[in-house]
């Protein structure tokens, strides 16, 4: 508990005071956040040792997701089930193009730069660039003010269906692995099933949701007591994300589909009777808990793995690769209004996805080898740290250059 | 993760639920939340199994920890330290008096019912009831809009010196039945340790607090971005708790001492461009967090000890003695306006820190057998779950009973 709560307080000021130094620099405070967990992180390269342990803490973690849970769920309640549906084939047509692109490309660099590592791992390393982070972008868009612009709807839709194809590849992949490994034939239908309780789950929390949120709220507000609209949201909120987890989908889906499916005239019977709206209520929640998850990131970085020759030719190319395989992404976005780049831009950030895939291939083996090198696995931490410090700016200019529709 | 998604998602509604029916039979919200607790960990009993691991689980515990550093912060921002030094010798008053007749009432339990467990751990019995528990009745306080009243001041400034004396006992008997099975000597230096480094910790954050909070607002009021209030607070609360743990003491001493320091005039500079008062931010965070705390409690007691014979009896003096006990702090409310009855009644919840007494009696040995016994740890936690569950409806009673000077 006490290195908890040092952390807490720690974390707090860091975030803060990176947060004022972002803002005047005009650039998001979520820049800001990330750039003061690195510093944070790395104290001990000039001798200040003891905050080692926080990056790490499961505690601090578990606290850090929560947050990030919230922050979907605030971007969520943002945008409604019809608006998601005007952008829906876009977004599935983007999250195609963005899947596809960087898959080939981390393949290729694979093939040139480890030729030793096997076509399993080049496309291991393919997988580990296709799944967009969606924290960062959802962040610098509501720093901004854009969480609702047909943009933010595409690129967070399609972060949606790219989060479900790249648990198809990590699935049928791994899979493919353990059969080559073990001699024994991959299930198929394994495949199949991951696809479905995906969809499954999309489709059927979308249309349960619609049916059952206003129920729900309904008999909530005739609940005595103070607090009851805030925890009866959350309550929606960590249920679809939980399910979400217990199907194997991240649960960062669920907590923005449980937003999408939440509209004002829900709550209506609460706000009627004075209290504040949701927003309102869920604001100081997720200014306590998001900047934990953006420090912690940044505090995860270690900077000397930046002064490994071998790794940084091997996480430059990944990085490329990242960058521009996500650009395919642009020629997804139909409709004439929609702002290409910025959608490309968007869907840079790879963040803690890269890592859970990353993660996996460490504990795979292939004849007796680990599928993931330990250098191959520096070089993906420094490509996830450089696409996710390079995207707040860019976005931020993107969407400066000109007036982006209905923002 | 997915566990403490689904937990929070259930002990939220549990505690809406528990909440809400307390309210309607006219009791304050925090017993509903105990008893949905209650329920909710004893569900094994009719046959719905799952949900044990939530009473245990380190992260949620770790989140309701929080929570209840909010709620202690909450509860001293109601009142300043001018207000407290008005009830403090009333308060250290009432704590020796509260401290010195449970102890001795739970000595002469022990001796009665277990004379074969020698006097160490009859003394051990009587220091597990000497600390309140100021969470329960804060919540109560607070529930009913009484936390800032004379009584409430003494009580919570009560339980705070309480706490320190019940750390010295602890630290003593400790050192004395450590010293006693290995041979050495007792270190008695250690004990004027304990209680120089309390008073010092408290005299001293509170005299730090009042120079320092109001230059750390005036400082972070100049920084960029949203939610630097909520935050500075969080931090100042934090960091308190943070030092008042890492000296020994319980954390939410540090959260109240921060809460009594800070006032309204320190964040005025943020009122003042339109933000909203700090109260108002904490309250959504209060109302997500805290009542993880009472439910989680709940969810510890174990229905079928109360089952067992040679438990119940002892359980039901131990109760005896920890509610009579705590009378005595009515003799010690000197100044003819304040309310005896509601002072001896708001001493009595042991909770939590009668629990870690109990657990560190379970841990130490003399003569090879521990100095709290497998049966007497479980009549100390009937004993806590009792004195829990009675206050808030004896409270109540006693606070609608006359109106309550001040509130």
């Known amino acids: 508990m006490?290195?908890?709560?040092?952390?807490l307080a720690i974390i707090l000021a860091a975030a803060k005071l990176g947060g004022d130094l972002a803002t005047r620099a005009r650039q998001p405070a979520v820049l800001g956040e990330l750039v003061a967990g690195v510093l944070l992180g790395n104290l001990g390269l000039i001798g200040i040792t003891g905050l080692q342990g926080l990056a790490t803490n499961p505690t601090l973690d578990a606290l850090a997701q929560v947050g990030v849970i919230i922050l979907l769920f605030e971007v969520g309640l943002e945008s409604t089930v019809r608006d998601m549906l005007k952008v829906g084939a876009t977004a599935v047509l983007v999250a195609t193009l963005g899947v596809i692109a960087p898959f080939a490309l981390g393949w290729w660099v694979g093939a040139l730069l480890l030729p030793g590592d096997g076509p399993y791992a080049h496309a291991f390393l393919g997988a580990t660039l296709t799944a967009t982070s969606v924290g960062i972008t959802a962040r610098v868009l509501r720093d901004l003010g854009k969480g609702a612009t047909p943009e933010a709807r595409v690129i967070l839709g399609a972060a949606v269906?790219?989060?479900?194809?790249?648990?198809?590849?990590?699935?049928?992949?791994?899979?493919?692995?353990?059969?080559?490994?073990?001699?024994?034939?991959?299930?198929?239908?394994?495949?199949?099933?991951?696809?479905?309780?995906?969809?499954?789950?999309?489709?059927?929390?979308?249309?349960?949701?619609?049916?059952a949120a206003p129920r729900l709220f309904g008999l909530a507000s005739?609940?005595?007591?103070?607090?009851?609209?805030?925890?009866?949201?959350?309550?929606?909120?960590?249920?679809?994300?939980w399910m979400a987890?217990?199907?194997?989908?991240?649960?960062?889906?669920?907590?923005?589909?449980?937003?999408?499916?939440?509209?004002?005239?829900h709550?209506?019977?609460?706000?009627?009777?004075?209290?504040?709206?949701?927003?309102?209520?869920?604001?100081?929640?997720?200014?306590?808990?998001?900047?934990?998850?953006?420090?912690?990131?940044?505090?995860?970085?270690?900077?000397?793995?930046?002064?490994?020759?071998?790794?940084?030719?091997?996480?430059?190319?990944?990085?490329?690769?990242?960058?521009?395989?996500?650009?395919?992404?642009?020629?997804?976005?139909?409709?004439?209004?929609?702002?290409?780049?910025?959608?490309?831009?968007?869907?840079?950030?790879?963040?803690?996805?890269?890592?859970?895939?990353?993660?996996?291939?460490l504990g795979l083996t292939l004849a007796g080898r680990p599928v993931i090198a330990g250098t191959t696995y520096s070089a993906i931490v420094i490509m996830v740290i450089v696409t996710t410090l390079v995207t707040p700016p860019a976005l931020r200019w993107s969407l400066e250059r000109r007036p982006v529709s209905g923002g």
């Open 2 to 7: 006490p290195t908890i709560l040092g952390g």
């Open 161 to 211: 269906v790219d989060d479900v194809f790249g648990l198809v590849i990590l699935a049928v992949l791994s899979g493919l692995i353990t059969a080559a490994n073990g001699g024994t034939p991959m299930a198929y239908g394994s495949v199949g099933l991951i696809v479905a309780k995906a969809v499954v789950f999309l489709c059927g929390a979308i249309a349960v949701g619609l049916v």
């Open 222 to 241: 005739r609940l005595q007591g103070r607090g009851v609209l805030l925890a009866t949201a959350l309550v929606i909120c960590f249920a679809l994300s």
């Open 245 to 265: 987890s217990l199907i194997g989908l991240a649960a960062i889906v669920g907590a923005y589909a449980a937003g999408l499916v939440l509209e004002d005239v």
């Open 267 to 361: 709550y209506r019977p609460f706000t009627e009777r004075g209290e504040r709206p949701l927003g309102e209520l869920l604001q100081p929640v997720g200014a306590f808990l998001v900047p934990l998850f953006f420090v912690l990131m940044g505090m995860r970085v270690d900077l000397t793995a930046f002064a490994r020759k071998e790794v940084l030719g091997l996480a430059a190319l990944l990085t490329v690769a990242a960058i521009l395989g996500k650009q395919a992404c642009a020629l997804g976005a139909i409709g004439g209004k929609l702002d290409r780049l910025t959608i490309g831009l968007g869907m840079i950030p790879r963040g803690e996805v890269g890592l859970i895939f990353a993660n996996i291939g």
